[in-house]
Every structure is written in C-alpha cells, then in structure tokens.
C-alpha cells in the first residue's frame, strides 16, 4: 500500500540524509497515514479511510460527507 493521503494526496518527499563527514544518501520523508473509520450517514455504512494526520484534522473541520465527496471527485474509491 503506497503512503498517501485519500483526501489530500499527501505523498512521500525524498532527500537526503547528511552525515557527520557530509556524505549524502537517499531518504524518504512518509507523512503520518492512519486508517480511520467514520459512519456514513447518507449510506448507512462505515467507510475506512486512509488519511494523513492533516486529513483527518480536515475531516473534523469540514465533516465526512464533504471529505468523501473530495476524494470522490478526485477519483478516489470508497
């Protein structure tokens, strides 16, 4: 399952891990992706979202028929 976020697309960023000497390699920056559970009052059923931290907070602000309406209209499954 790839670390992104359903409502907001939040994807992995890549860098670099600095050494001590400055050597530099490759590093991957994953955002903070919690299964989350909401009722769904106009389906009369529980959806599972995969949401960043910042999704969920979205969803508490907005309320879960908006946030399921966004991830719809941007193709998302649910």
């Known amino acids: 399952m790839s670390a ?3 409502l907001t697309g939040a994807r992995p960023g890549f860098g670099n891990r600095i050494s001590h ?3 530099r390699t490759s590093r991957r920056f994953d955002p903070n992706i919690q299964r989350k559970r909401y009722w769904l009052p106009s389906e009369g059923r529980h959806v599972r979202l995969r949401l960043s931290a910042r999704g969920i907070k979205t969803v508490d602000t ?3 028929e908006a946030a399921v309406a966004r991830i719809r209209a941007r193709g998302g499954k649910v």
Do not use: D
């Open 4 to 6: 992104h976020c359903m």
């Open 21 to 23: 000497s400055h050597r």
């Open 62 to 64: 907005i309320g879960v």
